[in-house]
């Protein structure tokens, strides 16, 4: 099992970037899958999960309003629309995705890295000022 992350790269504050990731080797059409980040020198940080397509979507406090999480179960990939990118978002983005289905998949769990059983490789976001 793969999660491939991909899309991140250097933008300007203000601007806006897509991250993907895509799943090889199982299908995560019914699991949660999600979006964290860390920072040099930080501990990591949850941005975003998705409890399944067209599903209760989560965000952390510092990404609400800007960023969007959506997925596409058909190519097994999720989403992460950036907007107003703030220098402070600048880290490395991964992604995430839980190996079956919670039925009471909720706020607590979305951010909690350490449910999470697989992980992607990471794409560097970096945003100037």
Request: glycine share 12%; net charge positive.
């Amino acid at each position: 099992v793969q999660l491939q992350a991909s899309g991140g790269g250097l933008v300007q504050a203000g601007g806006s970037l897509r991250l993907s990731c895509a799943a090889s080797g199982r299908t995560f059409s019914t699991n949660p899958m999600g979006w964290f980040r860390q920072a040099p020198g930080k501990e990591r940080e949850f941005v975003a999960a998705i409890r399944r397509s067209g599903g209760n979507t989560y965000y952390g406090d510092s990404v609400k309003g800007r960023f969007t999480i959506s997925r596409e179960n058909a190519k097994n990939t999720v989403f992460l629309q950036m907007n107003s990118l703030k220098p402070e978002d600048t880290a490395v983005y991964y992604c995430a995705a839980y190996s079956q289905p919670v039925v009471s998949f909720n706020t607590y769990l979305a951010g909690d890295f350490r449910k999470y059983d697989y992980w992607g490789h990471g794409t560097l976001v970096t945003v100037s000022s």
